[in-house]
C-alpha cells in the first residue's frame, strides 16, 4: 500500500465544511504566491526578468491555477468581494461568509510570508537591507497595492468600484447557464482571460486589487515584516480602499448584470427565469443525499 493510501484514512476531514475551508486556503494561498512570485520578480531585477506583462500574466493564470485547484471544493472563491456575490446570488449562505473571509486573508498572509521568504535573498540585494514604502527602492508594492501618485482617494475608490463589478459580471456571465455558456471545465481559463484583460486596461491607477483579502493580507504581512506603519499610510491612508469599494463594486456588478440580462430570461418550463449559475458550487446542496448515505455506510463498516 501507497504512503497515500495509507495515509488517507488517518488524515481525511468528512466534515464539508472544513473541507471547503481547507480547499479556500489552499486556492487562495497559491493564487497569492503566484501573482506576487510575478510582482517580485519584475521588481527585483529592476525589470530586466520581468515587467508589468509579465506580472499582470501571472496573476491571471494564478487565478486558473487556484479555481482548478479547489473549484469544486470550496467554489475557490479567493475573494471576500466574490463570497458576498455569491451569497447575493444564493449560493454561499450569509452565515459562511465571515468564516471564508478570515480564511481567505489568512491564506493571503501565508502566500505573502512565502514570497518573502523565496525572494528574501533578492529583496535584501535589492534594497541593501532597508525595507522602504516610498521613493526609488521601494518594495512594498510587491505585495500589496498603492495608488499612483497623481491618483486621488475618490478616483481610487472609483476605480476599484468599476473594476470588481466588471469582473463580477463577467464572472456571472461565464457561469450563468442560461447565457451563451463555457463549457465545462474551461471556466477557469476563461476567467483567467477575464482578469487579464481587466488589468491591462485598468491597472495603472492603483495596481488592480480587487480583492480585499488580496490586499489585507500582505500589508499586515509587510507590516510585521520591517515595512511597518508607513503601509498604512502611504496614499493618504490608501490602505481601506481595497477593502470596501471592491465590496462594494461586487454588489453592483451582481445588479447591473440582474437588471440587464438575468432578470430577463424566458421563463422554463418550471417557472424558474432567476439566475441559474451552471458550474458554480451551491454549497449547502454539492453531494446529492443518496452520496451522503454511502458515505455513511461505509463510515459504520
Known sequence: MGILKWAQPLLRIRNRLARELLGELLSTFVLILITLAGSAQMVTTSEKKGNFISAYLAGALAVMVAVYTAGGVSGAHMNPAFSLAMCLVEQLPWWKLPIFVVVQTCAAFLGAAAVYGLYYDAIQNYTNGTLLTYGPGETASIFATYPADYVSIANG????????????????AILDGRNKGVPKGLEPLVVAGLVLAIEVSMGSNCGCPLNPARDLG????????????????????????????????????VLLYHLF??????????????????HSIPLEAKVPPEKDSKEMALQKT
Open 157 to 172: 475608490f472609483l476605480d476599484q468600484v468599476i473594476g470588481t463589478s466588471v469582473l463580477l459580471v463577467g464572472v456571472l
Open 261 to 278: 440580462v438575468a432578470f430577463h430570461h424566458p421563463p422554463e418550463d418550471d417557472g424558474n427565469d432567476s439566475l441559474v449559475l451552471a
Open 218 to 253: 500582505p500589508r499586515l504581512f509587510t507590516y510585521v515584516a520591517g515595512w511597518g506603519p508607513e503601509v498604512f499610510r502611504r496614499g493618504n491612508g490608501w490602505w481601506w480602499v481595497p477593502l470596501v469599494a471592491p465590496m462594494l463594486g461586487a454588489a453592483l456588478g
